[in-house]
Each structure stands twice: as C-alpha cells, then as structure tokens.
C-alpha cells in the first residue's frame, strides 16, 4: 500500500501534458500556453508621450518662464509629424508619438494651457514624460514562455502584439462514472432505500473548476454488464473517475470489470483516511482513478490524486497546492499509520491562520465538508494533536481569506 505522497508521486509520474490546439485569444484564459511566445516588434512601437502637454526641446525651457511657439497639435493615434524647431512646442497627448526634434514633455499642469504659444512655467529634464520605444519590451525579447497560465494580464500582452490565436494544451475530457444500485439520478423519483447520484454533479463541479471538461456517464448497475458497457465508454475519455465500488465487498466490480477490460491496475488502497480503498489504473497510458463512493471521500481523493494529474495532463506546472501553517484551535486524535484530512474552518488572525474543526469528521458526514476551508493533513505516525500547535493544512477552493466588506 503506498503512502499518500507516494501514491501521488505515482499518478503524477504516469501522466503527461495533451495534445496543443490554437483557440481564439480570450478563449485561452484559464488554459496553459504550449509555446514561447516572442514579442514580433517593439513595444512601445515609437518614443511616445506619456502625459497631456506639450513636446519640447528641453534646452528651450533652460531659464522659466519659457514661452515657446505652438505649431501644431497631436492627438493620440496620430502619426509622426514635425520637426520641432528651437523656439517651438507642439500640443501632444498620452500616446501620441513624440516629434522629431523634441526630447521632453511637460505636463499641462506645468504650464498656461496656451494654444498659440505656451509658457512654461516649472524645470524641464531631459527625456522626462516620454515612453521609449521598446522600453517595456523589446522587438524579440520571450514575452511569456510555454508553460504558463494565461490570465488577465498574459491576455493583454498577447492582445498588445496582435495574437489572435493561442496554442494552448487541450482541456481534458474527463468520464466520470457512478456504480451503485442504490443510486437514482438526479431529477428522478427518489424511492425509499435510494440515494441520490450526488457523486456524479460533485466531480463534475470540480472537474469543470479546474477548466477541464466533465463527460457524465451516468450509474453502472452492481453487475459486471452494467460497468462493462459504460466503463467501455468511459475509457474512450482523456481519464476515466469511477465512484463507490472499490471496496472489498462482493459486489464491488470496478477494478475487476476495469482489469477485465484491459486496465492495467497500479496500485490499489493508500495510506489515507478519508479515501483508503481508492485505486489507480492506466488504459492506454491513460489515468483511471477508482474513489470511494462515499462523497467526502470521492471530493477528498479528486483533490488529492485527480486534480493534480488533470492538471498536469492540461499542461500546468503548478499542480500541487502548497501546505502553509494553521494554529489548530481544537485538540484532535487519530490512530497512527494513516495520513488524517482533516476538515477545517480557517480564520486569519493577525497575519495567520487559525484551523477550527468543522465539526464530526467521520467519513459519512458531508456537512462537516461544506463548513470545511482547508484539510488539515495530520501526520501518519502521530496520534494526538493539541490547541495551540502549528499543523500543515492546504486550502479547498472557494474565497478563503478574503474579507467582507
Ligand atoms: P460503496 O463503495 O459502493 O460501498 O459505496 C460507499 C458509500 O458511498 C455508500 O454509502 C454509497 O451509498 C455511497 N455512494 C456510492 N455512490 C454514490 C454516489 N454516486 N453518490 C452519492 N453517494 C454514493
Ligand atoms: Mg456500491
């Protein structure tokens, strides 16, 4: 049985990034870029104005006041026009490119506003108020390297330089599959002794969350039909996730109806509670990852092993969430040999984090999960944790540490 960072070291080893597909640019925001991107001319394209004012010779406005002859004007957008001769100023605003002959700009502010001549009325520096071609990036110069996420602002660089289309990694496709025959799906009548297929909309979410591309394939019945049929399809996705089914009872099939259908099984229970029995296979050189059926344990090993390794297959480096420090505020216990996940409400205080409890952290609790910010990750060999120490914890996504207003 492997140790949980064992077992995510497997999974993360056995994955690889996607095929590359170009997207139109604000379709690629969320999705990792698959090549170096190099700036194809300067940026600024010409020397340009970086305020409202007036372009100069800065050897005119040596002693103030200085009254200089206005000879034109030059709104952004326009093109270059001049020379300026010694004397002279020309109207100009942010953006525009700066004449020939000018080598300073001086803010409206610092002068009479004039429009046939203009006085200027504060010390002028050579260069000052003007934006130098090429002084943010030069024509050349890698712009954003493969590899990187796109955002907001990669989009407005991308954008800057005219790229219509991205090369991005793909989205994976990922099946996921319910097995159970209690389970009913959502919308249909819920008989007595029936549960709703709540797994299936909570892999979805996440899987959508991480930009990938949820396939839901509905329930396989407990008969070894039923999971043929639909883990054939399922294995037709980038990976496949099964829920429930995983266990040792005798009418849990999955890994044997997967193995039957040619997954090759890596490995089968981790060092973890919740999510134990999970198991991971390979179809093809593709993930298979078989979760506990319970949905705290389906969520908790989708944010463990799963979301990584989507992560990587969609090109991004930073898969791992990192652990940071938390004061617990609760006294906590476990049997040793596992790894805990601990459900944990996070409050920062005065520039840390404190973990509270979320409550009954028995696997079959999923209330507990909802109250919970992070998973507190208690150590497998220790077995008591009191108030007051520092315990690793990494954060579930949603709006932790953001304040109300
Ligand atoms: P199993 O691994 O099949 O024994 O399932 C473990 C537990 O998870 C049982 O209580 C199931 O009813 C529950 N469960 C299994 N599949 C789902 C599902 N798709 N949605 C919600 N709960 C489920
Ligand atoms: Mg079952």
């Keep these: 049985m492997p140790s949980f960072e064992d077992a995510r070291r497997i999974i993360l080893d056995s994955v690889s990034p996607l095929g590359v597909e170009r997207v139109e640019l604000l379709e690629s ?4 870029i698959a090549e170096d991107v190099v700036a194809p001319w300067n940026m600024p394209f010409c020397d340009n104005s970086a305020m409202d004012g007036y372009a100069v010779r800065a050897c005119d406005c040596a002693a103030l006041p200085a009254i200089l002859r206005i000879i034109g004007y030059i709104p952004a957008g326009a093109d270059i026009t001049g020379p300026v001769e010694p004397g002279c100023a020309i109207r100009i605003m ?13 803010p409206v502010e610092e002068t009479d506003d004039g429009r046939e001549s203009v006085t200027i009325n504060a010390p002028v520096t050579l260069r000052q108020h003007i934006r130098f071609t ?5 024509a050349g110069e890698t712009i954003i390297t493969a590899g990187t996420l796109i955002r907001p ?3 407005s660089m991308l954008a800057s330089f005219a790229k219509v289309f991205v090369p991005v990694y793909r989205q994976a496709r990922v099946a996921i599959l319910s097995t159970g025959d209690e389970l009913t799906e959502l919308g ?38 039923s999971h043929r049929e639909k883990m054939a399809e399922g294995l037709k996705a980038d990976a496949l996730i099964t829920s429930a089914g995983v266990s040792a009872g005798d009418r849990d099939l999955v890994r044997e109806v997967l193995t039957e259908l040619g997954m090759t099984q890596v490995f089968w229970r981790v060092d973890i509670k919740p999510g134990g029995p999970t198991a991971f296979g390979l179809y093809e050189n593709k993930p298979v990852f078989c979760l506990p059926g319970n949905p705290v344990s389906t969520m908790v090993t989708f944010e463990e092993f799963a979301r990584p390794a989507l992560l990587k297959m969609m090109g991004h480096k930073r898969v791992i969430k990192p652990l940071i420090k938390a004061v617990l505020q609760n006294s906590a216990s476990k049997k040793p040999g596992k790894i805990n996940f601990l459900r944990v409400k996070l409050v ?3 520039g840390r984090y404190l973990a509270y409890s979320s409550g009954d952290q028995n696997t079959g609790i999923l209330k507990t999960m909802l109250m919970a910010d992070a998973m507190a990750v208690l150590p497998a060999n220790r077995t008591t944790f009191s108030a007051g120490e520092e315990v690793d914890v990494h954060i579930l996504s949603g709006n932790v540490g953001m304040l109300e207003e």
């Design 29 to 32: 925001q969320g999705r990792v």
């Design 94 to 106: 942010t953006g525009a490119p700066i004449p020939p002959g000018c080598d300073a700009v001086v």
């Design 134 to 138: 090429g002084e943010d990036v030069p």
């Design 153 to 155: 602002q990669e989009i």
């Design 188 to 225: 249909e009548p819920l008989a007595h002794g029936k549960i709703v297929n709540s797994n299936a909309l909570s892999l979805a979410a996440a899987v959508k969350e991480i930009g990938a591309i949820p396939v839901i394939l509905g329930i396989a019945r407990d008969n070894h039909e």
């Design 348 to 350: 920062s205080s005065e």
